[in-house]
Nanobody
Framework: QVQLVESGGGLVQPGGSLRLACAASGSITSIDAMDWYRQAPGKQRELVASISSAGITYYADSVKGRFTISRDNAKNTGYLQMISLKPEDTAVYYC??????????????WGQGTQVTVSS
């Protein structure tokens, strides 16, 4: 079983920055993609950014140039650096990862979410 724990959310003023972290633990052999999603009240969950095991990244148009996704494979941890935050970035941010367990089975896990609120 693989668990994901997010951290780093909070309240920030418009134009501010936050760095989210997602720590994976459990019976992990390898992690393929690590993704960040967000869900604002009354809206569907949307993919914000993704990074492959090779470091290939994807960003939603709404965050390009402001958010940077990265990962530390040795620590099984992913990060989302967010700058120039806007009120419309307010949402619960979820980490998602998929890969291979030590039991040679695939996994796809979600974190519990961390609240990001951008407000003056």
């Amino acid at each position: 079983q693989v668990q994901l724990v997010e951290s780093g959310g909070g309240l920030v003023q418009p134009g501010g920055s936050l760095r989210l972290a997602c720590a994976a633990s459990g019976s992990i052999t390898s992690i393929d993609a690590m993704d960040w999603y967000r869900q604002a009240p009354g809206k569907q969950r949307e993919l914000v950014a993704s990074i492959s095991s090779a470091g290939i990244t994807y960003y939603a148009d709404s965050v390009k140039g402001r958010f940077t996704i990265s990962r530390d494979n040795a620590k099984n941890t992913g990060y989302l650096q967010m700058i120039s935050l806007k009120p419309e970035d307010t949402a619960v941010y979820y980490c998602h990862a998929n890969g291979l367990t030590t039991h040679i089975t695939g996994f796809a896990s979600w974190g519990q979410g961390t609240q990001v609120t951008v407000s003056s």
